[in-house]
Every structure is written in structure tokens, then in C-alpha cells.
């Protein structure tokens, strides 16, 4: 399978190749020579361009690969500063319940949210079904 594929672009690359000048009739060695190394610049400074072309797009995507990862870092370092901010924000609701619930000389099991949503979003709350519209609408679905 190797050998085939080796042989199609070989079979290619001949292909692709223009057909070898024979020395017209009225045409020296020389003016062919010329001709040939006039070709051979032209093809030296197509090979150069191509390859400043690869250079640039060789750099272009490690620029790119390397861009991608910071934002991917950068992505996660997010989502757990978010996580943690809300972790903090559960830890201090809960302590604060255990106070009052101690202050009051009641029994400090947590039941539920209870309300206790200071310095949340209203809007959030309410999306993450855990808001009064969502706790009432839940009430009376169970008292039916």
C-alpha cells in the first residue's frame, strides 16, 4: 500500500514536470542554456516564495494553538473562581442560618432555602428554580 502511494507521487511529480527542450533547428546550446536558467530562477523564486508562505502559516498556527490554550486556561481558571464565589456565598448563608437558628433556640436542621438570599441575583435565583415564584408555584402543586 505504501509502495503504491510512493508510486502515484512519483508518477505525479514526473507528471507535473514540463516535457524536457530539445534544441530547436535554428535555436544554439547557448539560447537554451539561457532559457533553462531564466526557468530555473523563475522556479527558485517561486520555491522561495512558497516557502516564506509556509514559514508565515507555520506561524500563524502556533499562534493560534497557543492563543486557544490561554483562553482555555483562562476559561477554567474562570469557571472555578465562579465556583468558588458561589461556594462562599452557600458558606455564608449557612453559617449565618446556624446562628440565627442558635440565637433562637431552635433545632438547627437546614430544611430548605427558606428565603435566605442576600447578595444573589434575583433574576438567577429565579432561573435556578429556587426563588419564592418557584417555591410557591411548587406548594401548590403539592397541595392539590
Known sequence: ????KKRHLATETVEAQ?????????ESAETMLKELGEEL???KAKSAD??????YLQADFENYR?????????????GNQRLLSELIVVNDELELAL?????????????????NDRGRDPARIHAEGKGPTA??????RESR
Open 18 to 26: 514540463p516535457p524536457s527542450k530539445k534544441p530547436l533547428e535554428g
Open 1 to 4: 500500500m505504501v509502495s503504491e
Open 50 to 55: 512558497y516557502l516564506k508562505r509556509l514559514q
Open 41 to 43: 530562477e523563475e522556479e
Open 99 to 115: 446562628r440565627e437558628a442558635r440565637g433562637s433556640n431552635e433545632n438547627p436542621t437546614i430544611v430548605g432555602r427558606g428565603g
Open 135 to 140: 417555591q410557591h408555584s411548587q406548594s401548590s
Open 66 to 78: 497557543k492563543r486557544v490554550e490561554k483562553e482555555m486556561s483562562d476559561n477554567r481558571q474562570f
